[in-house]
């Protein structure tokens, strides 16, 4: 299994509306069939995700989401192989509301883009992990 991170800018004509119904709703439905978990947090300009599965379910939507015209600027801050999930019990979680401080961190820090991944520092990829840990830990809504 396998988890990556990726931060992207938002197309300018992507509404929140297509972001639900052609974004969130499919993926939600494809992500069951291939085991995939994760989530998905965006603002106006924004995309932060986290999505954790099967090695090659991973690598066909990331390559997907890299040629996406709704992503610009994607940028894969993580590439890890895990043993266990933090988001076991969604398949594509939408986050929204107040950040979390590392989120508010990352974006700040990533601005303007850093190296590629695999020239991030060692603060840098600590960051990534702590806004990944935040992010799952994000409490559940009721109903």
Request: hydrophobic share 45%.
């Amino acid at each position: 299994m396998r988890r990556i991170c990726y931060l992207s800018e938002r197309a300018t004509t992507v509404s929140d509306t297509e972001v639900v119904e052609d974004i969130v709703l499919p993926a939600m439905a494809k992500n069951r069939r291939l085991d995939v978990t994760g989530c998905l947090w965006f603002d106006e300009t924004r995309f932060l995700q986290v999505i954790e599965g099967p090695d090659g379910a991973i690598s066909d939507i990331y390559a997907a989401i890299a040629v996406d015209r709704r992503h610009a600027d994607v940028e894969l801050l993580v590439d890890e192989p895990i043993a266990s999930r933090l988001f076991e019990r969604f398949n594509m979680r939408t986050l929204s509301g107040p950040l979390p401080d590392s989120v508010t961190e990352l974006l700040a820090t990533n601005r303007p883009r850093p190296k590629p991944v695999q020239d991030h520092t060692p603060d840098f990829a600590a960051l990534v992990a702590s806004v990944i840990a935040e992010l799952a830990r994000w409490p559940v809504e009721p109903a």
